[in-house]
DNA sequence: TGGCTATTTGGCTATATTGCCAAATATAAT
DNA sequence: ATTATATTTGGCAATATAGCCAAATAGCCA
């Protein structure tokens, strides 16, 4: 592969790799509808706080939210909402693959 | 996070991760012009066959790419052609992450 | 200042992923 | 049948990720 076909794919790796996780997938749904701080999400997902924190920085490591202090508290938000549209792709691959399972079990049922 | 919402989350993040690599997201642009065969995709990205056709079938489980026999090969092709779509919103965040890079800079510059 | 709340960081263990090699399997061609 | 070609599988070592606890940090408020 050559180098720079390479590196372009690196790094959209890096920003796919962040949202391939369940809870950050919760999160950037939440995060979608609106900006929430850390301890709502923390209550929402029901883990560690420092779980769900850590699971914030890759997201903004990614460049996938931005945070802003206000008061006492941090919030995070979406910083690309097209996200969401892939979302709507995800699922696209997943109702297919249950169609698929379906024509199977057919099939077998003869 | 509630059983259902749990459940949803974790099977999109199933698929998402099979997205998640740099040879994967190759292979999934490749697919999308043209049906390949393992070997063309090795060749291509200079990995071992068998590290290749491991992340075929990666893809495969996660039911994004399908194969057929035909020959003496095995041709692999993109099952959601949507995909592609996602990809070019991944570019978004990455020229969005690079502009915000951009404006870092300058601030320091002064 | 000192305590309070919100968040991040460090450290650790458990688990998952990656990629190579060698070996197995399957099919086509001679 | 034997050989050659294409692909998958098993096994292993290196590396990365996840999630918890404890501790550190940061800003607000009395």
Same mark, same amino acid.
């Given at each position: ?19 391939? %996780? ?8 939440? @995060?979608?509808?609106?900006? =929430?701080?850390?301890?709502? @999400? &923390? ?5 560690? &706080?420092? &779980?769900?924190?850590? %699971? @914030? ?13 206000? +008061? ?5 938000? @979406?910083? =690309? ?7 709507? /792709? ?10 698929? %399972?379906?024509?199977?079990?057919? /099939? /077998?049922? +003869?």
């Amino acid at each position: 592969m050559k180098s720079n076909v390479k590196t372009r794919h690196e790094a959209r790796a890096k920003i796919i790799k962040a949202m391939a %996780h369940p809870s950050r997938l919760f999160i950037i749904e939440e @995060l979608s509808k609106r900006e =929430c701080c850390v301890n709502e @999400l &923390t209550e929402m997902i029901e883990a560690d &706080t420092s &779980t769900v924190s850590k %699971h @914030l920085s890759v997201l903004k490591n990614a460049g996938l939210v931005t945070d802003e202090k206000r +008061g006492n508290s941090i919030f995070y938000s @979406l910083r =690309c909402p097209c996200i969401m549209d892939f979302v709507s /792709c995800v699922e696209d691959v997943l109702s297919s693959n249950a169609k698929e %399972h379906i024509e199977i079990l057919k /099939c /077998c049922k +003869g």
